[in-house]
């Protein structure tokens, strides 16, 4: 086949037409597809993402979005009746920030009982550590403090709601957090859960949660536990009839007495020791640090 030959010129000019033409065919047909893939996100992980944003509150406090807003039904008149006691609040550096359930807010005499320190009384109803952890911010960024005691009783009573003690441990970890990241020179001192004849049934888990609270304060930053139970005990272990109300679970005078003798112990030795390792830290450091 010569290049004069006029088939050959055909042949030659019919490829050099089609061959553009087929691969603009062919791209035309593929190019939807590419889109296609590089548009469409993947599936799973949004539904994922969903799941979580259904479930879990943004904010971070371990809760489910409903217990969340059972929660602040249940509670937030009770909170909102706190705040507004904040407005006549004068600040204070010094104070010690109790909150909790319904035996920090029955306290008539915490004043009286935690002499000389100076108490700012924050407890509502009966909370349980999940509420707490509900309304952290609130109860604690208000204010100044020196110290922050928490006693919560209410996760374990018997009942076919307790809570287990991950979910426990999780939201005390949570509280003591917002404690920190407001205040992070300020100790956190968590309070034995008292043995009450109401409850002592129960008494076992409860113990178990004890010993989680003491865990999280051993392995938990300027965090510390108060023992209080043993002496709410008698001889054979029982509950001290004489430290309860009628309830035979909340306290009686002689019962906030013992409680109150028992934390300021426990909050001046820690107070004492964490200034004494303070003072040491300062003189320890060298002219050029300083």
Not at 196 to 217: G, M, Y
């Amino acid at each position: 086949m010569t290049p004069a030959d006029p088939a050959c010129l055909g042949t030659l000019l019919m490829r050099q037409l089609l061959t553009p033409l087929f691969f603009c065919v062919a791209f035309s047909a593929f190019h939807p597809m590419m889109a296609q893939d590089v548009a469409a996100p993947p599936s799973e992980p949004n539904q994922a993402a969903e799941t979580t944003a259904a479930n879990v509150v943004s904010n971070e406090v371990p809760v489910t979005a409903a217990d969340r807003e059972a929660i602040v039904k249940r509670w937030e008149r009770d909170i909102i009746s706190l705040e507004k006691e904040n407005e006549s609040l004068a600040d204070n550096e010094d104070a010690i920030l109790f909150i909790g359930s319904s035996s920090i807010r029955r306290w008539d005499s915490i004043a009286t009982d935690m002499a000389p320190f100076r108490c700012i009384e924050r407890g509502y109803g009966g909370a349980k550590f999940s509420d707490v952890a509900v309304f952290a911010k609130r109860l604690i960024e208000p204010h100044q403090y020196r110290a922050m005691v928490m006693f919560v009783a209410n996760d374990v009573s018997g009942r076919p709601d307790d809570h287990s003690l991950d979910q426990i441990e999780a939201w005390v970890r949570y509280i003591v957090g917002v404690s920190r990241a407001h205040q992070p020179d300020a100790a956190v001192l968590i309070v034995e859960i008292t043995p009450c004849e109401s409850r002592f049934a129960s008494w076992d888990k409860i113990r178990a949660v004890n010993s989680l609270l003491k865990e999280i304060a051993l392995t938990t930053p300027d965090t510390y536990f108060i023992p209080t139970a043993e002496h709410y005990l008698t001889a054979d272990d029982h509950p001290r009839p004489e430290l309860f109300v009628g309830d035979k679970l909340h306290l009686s005078p002689p019962g906030y007495e013992l409680w109150g003798s028992l934390i300021r112990q426990r909050l001046g030795d820690v107070l004492r020791q964490r200034t004494t390792a303070d003072a040491a830290a300062a003189a320890s450091e060298t002219p050029a640090a300083r």
